[in-house]
């Protein structure tokens, strides 16, 4: 077999597994469960679909940003007050 045949397969590959990996991130991203994730790649164990749902800090803001929500409703406050870190601080 050429090298350029074998490169060209493995090129393929690459691709397949490229956009295995990115529908199954968009689809985790969009709200995709782990078994519903399992499904979609045909895994029967969890190890597989959790590689999938990793976070992102868009989604770990929306996270904190709601834990935060919460909190100030419970103890009934509308603004939380800036704790002096850089990010907390206003422009």
Not at 3 to 15: G, I, K, P, Q
Request: proline share 4%; no cysteine.
């Amino acid at each position: 077999m050429k090298a350029s045949h074998l490169h060209s397969n493995h090129s393929a590959s690459r691709r397949t597994h490229d956009l295995r990996h990115t529908g199954n991130t968009l689809a985790s991203q969009n709200g995709a469960s782990t078994r519903e994730l399992m499904t979609r790649m045909g895994h029967s164990s969890t190890r597989a679909a959790l590689i999938y749902q990793h976070m992102t800090s868009d989604r770990d803001r929306a996270i904190a940003d709601r834990m935060g929500e919460a909190v100030r409703k419970a103890l009934g406050k509308e603004d939380p007050p800036a704790s002096g870190t850089p990010m907390a601080q206003p422009g």
